[in-house]
C-alpha cells in the first residue's frame, strides 16, 4: 500500500494528477509482473566444487557455471554428466530421479537429494561421495 501511495505521489509530481487509485493499482501490478519477467531473464553464476572421483574425472577442483535463474540441482548434473560423463551420469538415481544414494551433494551447505530444487545467485554446490567410518 504505502509503494501505492509513493507512486502516486510522483505521478502527480511529474503533472498526472487525474490518475485514480485503480489505475495506480494496474501500474503497481503491471511494473511487478515486468520485474519478474526480467529477473527470469537474468544470469546467475554458480560454484561447484568437486571432491574425490569427481575431482579426478572433471581434472579440476571447481567450476563457474553460468545460469539461468530457474535453473534447477538436475538441470546442472545433467549438464556435468554430458560433459564429463563416466560417474557424474550416475550421481542421479534414474528410479526415483533423485541424488543417488552413493553422492553427495551439498548445496550451500546443506545436504540436498532434491533435483528439483531452484538454484539462487552466488549457490556453491559441492559434489562428493559420501564418508563412511567404523
Avoid at 487525474?18 to 553464476?45: D, E, H, P, Y
Amino acid at each position: 500500500m504505502v509503494q501505492r501511495v509513493e507512486l502516486l505521489y510522483k505521478l502527480y509530481k511529474c503533472g498526472l494528477s487525474n490518475i485514480n487509485s485503480a489505475t495506480i493499482i494496474k501500474l503497481s501490478n503491471f511494473i511487478t509482473s515486468r520485474t519478474r519477467q526480467l529477473v527470469k531473464l537474468m544470469n546467475f553464476r554458480v560454484k561447484i566444487q568437486f571432491f574425490a572421483m569427481f575431482r579426478e574425472i572433471a581434472g579440476r577442483k571447481e567450476l563457474i557455471q553460468d545460469i539461468r535463474s530457474e535453473t534447477t540441482l538436475g538441470e546442472i548434473l545433467d549438464t556435468l554428466a554430458r560433459k564429463y560423463g563416466k560417474d557424474f551420469e550416475e550421481t542421479v538415481d534414474k528410479k526415483t530421479g533423485q541424488v543417488d544414494i552413493n553422492t553427495l551433494v551439498m548445496i550451500n551447505g546443506q545436504n540436498v537429494r532434491d533435483t528439483k530444487m531452484k538454484l539462487k545467485d552466488n549457490d556453491l554446490i559441492i559434489i562428493t561421495v559420501p564418508v563412511g567410518g567404523g
